[in-house]
């Protein structure tokens, strides 16, 4: 008989229930540590707020990077907190991340702020409460509005599975802090949270030898990217102490982050990115500022959370705003930086164990699956003080000339105005009309011209662009901004007695023009005889004018390019300047037979003020001595083409219908006899070409999407036996874009252009349906953008777009 017979029925019965709660106690125990375990991993918490991006993104295991907002309520004034942040978060995206800026509003922990968030703190300012790991109790069980730090950011970042934290630079030990024990709690954050910093190291207000001593003492990896161990020291690339090791890639930091992992350190990393030395600041300068602000506080006993602020502060004051741009353009770098970091973690996550440079996406589809639509990680080696520059674009002999405006542009966008009710549109004009309403004004380089030269540039070419600017502070400004991106500055003639031109455009907050200001008279200016003798001696493949130029230019441009068989691109600019092509009637009329204009690129009010133009000349005339009616009889425009744009065009697109009951496509067809190539640009409704073609199936050829992308086109045959011309009618849909990521609508059009010209000159005219489509997913980036021109564009962009034919030689 067993043991356990031998028990009482009573015994036997205690026995079983104390093994039954004991195997209980073991599941029950087992799932709560199953779930601890995991909770970061699964990173979703019922009880915060996740922004959809974020959400999405962590869900389908997206690269996703921590944002404090601290540097939004304390790091600086408004609205340089609310534009600092905003550019930062777009950095992040266009690096190939999702940004997920960190906050408490009214007690509930938010990962991933809307637009509306952001502004209501950048307004808050210091009225947000400083947030450190210590206040997070308090701070979400009294509902109170928290901005969060370093240490707090990490924290939460960790919990939500985030890995990587972009910042400016991180707290650390403070001067005289042997005596004081003033030390960080970003130190001690990163000795038991594992969650890598991106940053510009430690603030040069703080001791940074002893601070690199206690990161030590905490078990933290320390490491410099860039070609050295110096560490550097926030507003300066170098604070004269070493690292104990540095990577050059992306790559290679998303390696230690992942294998730091793989340890189970449980402990951060700290990635120091030196400032781009144009944008550091005079160390001297900042010391001196630094060792009087110290002074100050001691003077005035401040202590604690607030010395950091006040340090960072004064010392702005001091340096004149110096810190501040230095300051500013840090965080973009490191969120540049930290965006590729994040990205590259993603794809070695993913399970693929190749060497980026060793790997194909296309080559395996099967592993493409799996990595949630991660990109390829791109090796970011020794472009830490490159982070504005644009690669040398190739010698393509002076192929270019662009003559038009090179503007300085004021751009306002109104805020939201408060308190609207919940159908009323925050768009409407009346809402601002007779009063100042709080917005965004930030200034910046454009024109017409210029934008057009620099998306070329950008885009590996090197074009000659003629301007004129004035002997002012503008006109410096300009000529130091082309060089600073590698521009030729040679051909922008300084007039004396003339103001740089400048154009003053106030938006909406959906970024729609409201009106601008145009103080455009210089280009009046620009010497023809110049011009003359650029067009001359370098013969170019395209030369491309905007509506801002005089017509003495418009005319001589013509004359030249009539002369020696150079097609011509006409950007009309605006609704009153897209008039001076027709002011040379006879000129006008000869392009009947030279085609000298091969494109023009209008949108929809323009090409009206065109058509309005050349019929008040009388160029539509059929009793005149020209042969415009004969030509377009040509064309073959009859009943059946006027059924396919009812059936065909109007009934897959709604606003085609509205196109076309206002004329636009009856008014292009009648100047499509003088101008081959009408490309009419439809804003947020997409693209309209309508050309008179001399070999379609060229085209069709040229022009394959296999698909991929669904468009709408009609083909009218010219009435001439076997001729193999004709006139396409054919609209490109516009790529989506969500309406709270664009950030400004000026140069989204010459984005589009510049492109167009790109491409046409790389790739030849029969790619123009590849090209239109490559132009439209530029104008994105651009919108995407706070400058007139998105700085993230460059010619690598190539690389991507199915062009394989007919690439012109280097």
């Known amino acids: 008989m067993s043991s356990f017979s031998k028990l009482s029925l009573l015994s036997r019965k205690r026995f079983l229930s104390l093994g039954i709660r004991r195997t209980l106690f073991i599941k029950q125990n087992f799932r709560n540590f199953h779930r601890s375990s995991f909770q970061g991993f699964q990173g979703m918490r019922k009880d915060w707020v996740y922004s959809p991006e974020v959400s999405e993104a962590l869900e389908t295991k997206k690269p996703v990077v921590a944002l404090e907002s601290t540097i939004i309520s304390h790091g600086m004034p408004y609205p340089s907190n609310l534009l600092t942040a905003l550019e930062v978060e777009n950095t992040v995206r266009k690096n190939g991340s999702i940004p997920a800026t960190i906050a408490i509003l009214e007690g509930k922990i938010n990962v991933g702020l809307t637009l509306d968030n952001i502004e ?16 997070l109790a308090f701070i979400t069980s009294q509902n109170i509005t928290g901005t969060t730090t370093v240490a707090s950011t990490m924290f939460i970042a960790s919990k939500a599975g985030i890995k990587v934290f972009v910042t400016g630079g991180i707290g650390g030990v403070h001067r005289n802090g042997e005596n004081t024990m003033d030390v960080s709690a970003d130190l001690t954050e990163l000795g038991k949270t594992p969650v890598a910093v991106v940053c510009a190291g430690v603030k040069s207000i703080l001791d940074i030898e002893k601070t690199l001593e206690y990161l030590e003492t905490q078990g933290v990896t320390v490491t410099t990217f860039g070609d050295t161990t110096d560490f550097p020291a926030f507003f300066t690339p170098k604070s004269g102490f070493k690292c104990h090791s540095n990577l050059s890639t992306t790559f290679e930091c998303a390696k230690l982050i992942q294998a730091n992992s793989k340890l189970d350190l449980n402990s951060g990393i700290l990635i120091a990115v030196p400032i781009p030395e144009e944008y550091a600041a005079d160390a001297e300068k ?5 060792e009087i602000s110290l002074k100050e506080i001691v003077e005035k006993g401040i202590i604690g959370k607030d010395v950091t602020p006040y340090l960072l502060k004064r010392v702005d004051e001091i340096t004149k705003g110096e810190s501040l741009k230095s300051n500013i353009a840090l965080i973009k770098n490191n969120a540049k930086i930290g965006s590729q970091i994040a990205k590259d973690l993603a794809y070695l996550e993913s399970g693929i164990k190749d060497e980026p440079s060793h790997i194909s996406y296309e080559d395996k589809p099967n592993q493409v699956s799996q990595v949630s639509q991660v990109e390829k990680p791109s090796n970011l080696a020794n472009q830490v003080s490159q982070v504005n520059q644009v690669e040398k674009p190739s010698n393509l002999a002076n192929q270019l000339i662009i003559v038009g405006g090179a503007v300085v542009d004021i751009t306002s966008k109104l805020f939201p105005v408060e308190r609207l009710g919940p159908f009323e549109n925050p768009d409407k004009i009346d809402h601002y009309l007779d009063t100042s309403s709080p917005g965004l004004i930030k200034k910046s380089i454009g024109g017409v011209g210029k934008n057009i030269a620099e998306i070329i540039f950008r885009l590996g070419l090197n074009p000659i662009f003629v301007s004129a600017i004035g002997y002012d502070d503008f006109g410096e400004w300009i000529t130091t901004e082309f060089q600073k991106i590698g521009m030729d500055s ?8 003339k103001s740089t031109a400048v154009y003053n455009s106030i938006h909406l907050p959906s970024g729609n023009l409201v009106c601008g200001i145009a103080d455009m008279n210089i280009f009046n200016e620009i010497s023809v005889d110049k011009v003359e003798k650029l067009l001359e001696t370098n013969n170019p493949k395209f030369v491309c004018f905007d509506g801002n130029i005089s017509e003495v230019c418009i005319s001589s441009i013509l004359n030249f390019c009539s002369k020696n068989k150079i097609p011509a691109i006409f950007e009309p600019t605006s609704v009153p300047k897209a008039k001076k092509l027709f002011q040379n009637k006879k000129l006008f009329s000869e392009l009947l037979e030279t085609q000298t204009i091969r494109y ?5 009010y323009e090409l009206d003020s065109m058509f309005n133009a050349a019929e008040e000349k009388g160029l539509f005339n059929t009793d005149s001595d020209n042969n415009w009616f004969s030509k377009l009889n040509k064309f073959n425009i009859g009943p059946k083409f006027r059924q396919d744009l009812e059936n065909r065009f109007c009934k897959e697109c709604y606003q085609l219908k509205r196109f076309k009951e206002s004329g636009i496509f009856l008014k292009a067809t009648q100047l499509l006899p003088y101008i081959p190539s009408i490309i009419i640009k439809l804003g947020e409704n997409g693209v309209l070409l309508i050309q008179n073609c001399e070999d379609i199936d ?46 400004n609508v000026t140069g989204a059009g010459d984005s589009f252009v510049g492109t167009l010209i790109a491409g046409l000159t790389l790739y030849g005219e029969s790619k123009i349906d590849k090209i239109i489509d490559a132009a439209q997913k530029i104008a994105c980036m651009t919108l995407q953008s706070l400058g007139a021109v998105s700085e993230d564009i460059n010619s690598n962009f190539w690389n991507n777009i199915d062009i394989k034919d007919n690439k012109t030689k280097t």
Request: proline fraction near 5%; glycine fraction near 8%; hydrophobic fraction near 30%.
């Open 120 to 135: 209501k703190l950048a307004k808050m300012e210091q009225k947000a409460m400083k947030t450190s790991r210590r206040d």
């Open 286 to 290: 900042v010391e001196n500022a630094i």
């Open 490 to 497: 040679n051909n922008l003639q300084m007039i004396k007695g």
């Open 600 to 604: 023009i690129t209008p949108n929809i």
């Open 698 to 743: 060229n085209i069709k050829r040229g022009n394959d999407f296999n698909g991929k992308r669904k468009t709408i086109e009609i083909i009218v045959p010219r009435d001439e036996g076997k001729c193999k011309g004709g006139v396409r009618y054919k609209y490109y849909k516009p790529f989506p874009i969500e309406s709270r990521k664009i950030m």
